[in-house]
């Protein structure tokens, strides 16, 4: 295998982790990485914190200097997209019209914002959060300081409520669900986020959606109409309605999609030589007994890594507990475990809300589903080993703070993770006071 041509088609965190696999595992063949964006690989969770409440440069995402790849003898075709890849031949058609044959690759091409389908939806200033440069336009909108609406109440929305709260901004966001988060965290732990952002000065209209956006003379944004028929004033608006996994490469290949394209516990997709890793993915966790696509930082930290030594041929059970984190204000919050759409659980408090630390846990079928601390700290490790066990549970222990999260019989079950993953670096505080010369 070490003659042998890796190509990896994507620009992120799964296929900078990806690299770094395949050549600490010991391969010397070609490496190419093809990226549609002329950036290095970066990482996206500065890009809605620190990034867009200016405490940072866009430049702090980038992963790796040119150096590193260049030490690795990765091949970077970079601001070229791949346009057709034909798995019988083993072959990748690039939209600079080059091609490249491989030996294995994998397909790490992310995920794309949702757009909303409205009339207006096209008016300028109407803003997704993504990529590096949607992170530069936001922040510099939200610096201008007119009034934003937020349409969608999800993990980056709130996420740019708080930082456009930060810059002096008034916020209105419109979510058609009954709280925020709320096909993710309930009704009670979503109305702890709706009192959170309230409290900061965010307005919410919640149950309704939106009817259609208003421009001006400029082609700009001016307003948004709700399905209630309220008309919001916007100097800018931020569609964070959810994201779709970019499959059309596997797809025109013929390999097996469904809301991502499907693999295997080793990541393996069903074309030979085909691997797939971070938010395209749809992978079959071991440890969950079930197919998940995650789209969040930790699954393309682990899973790139994770697709990197099963191009290498190695054994892969590719089966770690479902991690994300999220900052805002002062509240900071980890979240492990998954619970499939549509299942019923119990939410099991552990604190009070009120206190502005707790820990909530859903629990579903007598066992903890998944868990999540706000501003409880060093627990999620504990949470993951829970969720990982699948071991019945006694709410009523599980809310008591004087008991242990996890007893000494269900510890050392968490997931494989390849690697001790790392805790996410610590961003610098940022300063949110608004800038008079912007």
Known sequence: MSAETFVIVGGGLAAARAVEAIRDGGHQGPLILVGSEPTLP?????LSKAVLAGAAGPETAVLHPVEWYSEREVDLRLGVRATRLETKAHTLTLSDRGELSYDRLLIATGSSPRRLAVPGADLGNVLCLRTMNQAT??????RAAGPVVVIGAGWIGLEVAAAARGLGCEVTVVEPQPTPLHAVVGAQVGAYFRDLHTAH??????GTGVDRLLGNENGDVAGVVTTAG????AATVLVGVGITPNTQLAEGAGIEVDNGILCDGSLRTSAPDVFAAGDVANWFNPTLQQHLRVDHWANAHAGGFAAGRSMLGEHVDYDVVPYFFS???????EYAGHVPRGT??????????????FMAFWVGEGRVLAGMHVNVWDTIDDVSMLVASRAPVDPRVLADPREPIITKGQKGVVGNRLEPAPEPAPEPAPDLTPDPAS
């Open 344 to 357: 019923s659980t119990q939410v099991v408090l552990r604190g009070d809300p009120a206190d502005q630390a």
């Open 201 to 206: 000065g965010v307005s919410f209209r919640l």
């Open 327 to 333: 900052d805002q204000y002062d509240a900071g919050l």
């Open 42 to 46: 970066y990482d996206r969770p500065p």
């Open 137 to 142: 336009t936001l922040r510099d909108r939200l």
């Open 230 to 233: 309220e008309h919001l004033t």
